[in-house]
């Protein structure tokens, strides 16, 4: 059973240019979140995602950022004209829901490390 | 301001000594989660406390939950070299399913 799979690992971008990074979650989870960690810092709630919906996206700063979670395919973090301040590692996690309830612990990708030049 | 602050910052200790690190946070909470994680990787689901438990182990983890202080620790028992990593406390803003995080503990076992 794959974990939460995110791509690609490490990516380089120079300011101004777009930057998408890519999670697919473990296998049966229909919940994704993303959160960005600055060097030495703990992780920042972005956004939570369900299956063609935002569920709360309080974290998602107003400009340049969006998600998505299409119905077929991985979540997608899109960040448009890359400021240098965007430079972070990235995390998607996931949940399940059991019996309609979605489930607390939340499973953890690798990660995908944005550099802007 | 910041929920789930972990303490101490950063701890350092010999093979085999049992390593302690406490998390505060300042709203009501559902639950409490411990994450590893590993320099320059993802994050280790370690353990999840409910807000009505006090007390839970899982290996050589154990892991307790103040809810009047808003606290909780962990405690690694008879640690290795293995378990050098930063840990995070994080929790859930009762109601919300986004995670909280601290700014977590590096832990440093030497041999």
């Known amino acids: 059973n794959a974990g939460v799979m995110q791509n690609p690992r490490h990516l380089v971008r120079r300011r101004g240019q777009e930057a998408r990074l890519r999670c697919s979650p473990m296998?049966?989870?229909?919940?994704v979140y993303w959160y960005r960690q600055l060097p030495e810092e703990g992780l920042k709630f972005m956004v939570y995602?369900?299956?063609?919906?935002?569920?709360?996206e309080s974290g998602m700063p107003k400009e340049r950022f969006s998600a998505e979670f299409p119905k077929e395919g991985p979540s997608i973090l899109r960040i448009q004209q890359v400021v240098r301040g965007d430079s972070a590692a990235y995390f998607c996690?996931?949940?399940?829901?059991?019996?309609?309830?979605?489930?607390?612990?939340?499973?953890f990708g690798p990660g995908t490390r944005l550099l802007v030049l | 301001s910041q929920q789930g602050e972990e303490d101490p910052q950063a701890l350092s200790i010999q093979e085999g000594e049992n390593a302690t690190m406490n998390c505060s946070y300042k709203?009501?909470?559902?639950?409490l989660q411990w994450y590893r994680q590993n320099s320059g990787r993802g994050l280790v689901h370690l353990i999840l406390?409910?807000?009505?438990?006090r007390e839970k182990h899982s290996g050589r983890l154990r892991v307790t939950l103040d809810t009047s202080k808003k606290s909780s620790s962990l405690l690694i028992t008879a640690s290795r070299a293995a378990d050098t990593a930063s840990y995070f406390c994080?929790?859930?803003?009762?109601?919300?399913?986004?995670?909280?995080f601290g700014q977590g503990t590096r832990l440093t076992i030497n041999p």
């Open positions: 296998k049966g989870h229909s919940h």
């Open positions: 995602l369900q299956k063609e919906n935002i569920i709360d």
């Open positions: 709203t009501s909470i559902n639950n």
């Open positions: 996690a996931s949940s399940r829901m059991i019996a309609g309830i979605v489930q607390e612990t939340q499973y």
């Open positions: 406390i409910r807000s009505n438990e």
């Open positions: 994080a929790t859930d803003e009762e109601g919300a399913q986004k995670l909280v």
